[in-house]
């Protein structure tokens, strides 16, 4: 079962920030956050990822909570191609960790 | 870097018949590799692990001898449906794990069609 709960749909204005919101009550001390995205019928997409430090990337930045507990993706300027399903995920560090995808969050940008 | 290469990304098959998908690691080498199904309009679901040079690890509920998983070599797995039914028509997702910063790579999928 995946272990993290997120919104089912959100809509972000075009230029504007988009923060995708994402609660891992149970995340373990060695599971990293991981998000994804995935535009229709394409396989999906590495975003960023962190352990309990935020990070920030190209593409965008990621917030985890003190208590790691939650986290929140932002694009800092939503475009209309970043119109997809966000995938926040939790998995442990081995060498065999699993992705386990739940249900996302399917992000409209709209102009 | 960290290309995953899938291969078909389309196919239409007989009832009855079955299909191979590719998916090769193209600059790095993949000694875990990941199978997905997506249903429209649903999350992916995780079939099973394959490892390379050892039997795959299926997920509960994925019947391993329609669904066979070949991992050969370090660069190569494969995911054969056999004796394929309309209801196996689905969108067949590959993934591996780099060892770079960023873990995993997905491929582009397979879309397949039984008629």
């Known amino acids: 079962d995946a272990k993290t709960t997120q919104p089912t749909s959100m809509d972000c204005a075009e230029g504007r920030a988009a923060n995708l919101p994402c609660n891992h009550s149970?995340?373990?001390?060695?599971?990293?956050v991981y998000w994804y995205r995935q535009i229709h019928s394409q396989g999906p997409q590495y975003i960023i990822h962190?352990?309990?430090n935020n990070e920030t990337n190209e593409m965008a930045s990621l917030i985890i909570t003190e208590d790691r507990k939650s986290s929140t993706l932002i694009l800092p300027h939503a475009t209309l191609r970043d119109t997809a399903v966000y995938y926040c995920?939790?998995?442990?560090?081995?060498?065999?960790?699993?992705?386990?995808f739940g249900q996302g969050t399917t992000l409209q940008v709209k102009p | 870097g960290a290309v995953v290469s899938q291969h078909p990304s389309r196919v239409i098959c007989k009832s009855g018949t079955s299909v191979k998908i590719e998916c090769r690691s193209l600059?790095?080498?993949?000694?875990?590799m990941f199978w997905y199904r997506q249903f429209p309009k649903q999350s992916l679901m995780l079939m099973a692990t394959?490892?390379?040079?050892?039997?795959?690890?299926?997920e509960q509920g994925v019947e391993k001898d329609k669904f066979l998983i070949n991992h050969a070599s370090l660069t190569l797995s494969t995911l054969t449906v056999t004796s394929a039914h309309p209801e196996d028509s689905s969108f067949y997702i590959c993934?591996?794990?780099?060892?770079?910063?960023?873990?995993?790579?997905f491929g582009s999928g397979t879309r397949l069609t039984v008629v």
């Open positions: 600059d790095f080498q993949a000694t875990t």
């Open positions: 993934s591996a794990r780099t060892g770079a910063s960023y873990g995993y790579t």
């Open positions: 995920i939790v998995s442990g560090s081995s060498n065999t960790g699993k992705l386990i």
């Open positions: 962190g352990l309990k």
């Open positions: 149970t995340i373990s001390g060695n599971e990293y």
């Open positions: 394959s490892n390379e040079g050892s039997k795959a690890t299926y």
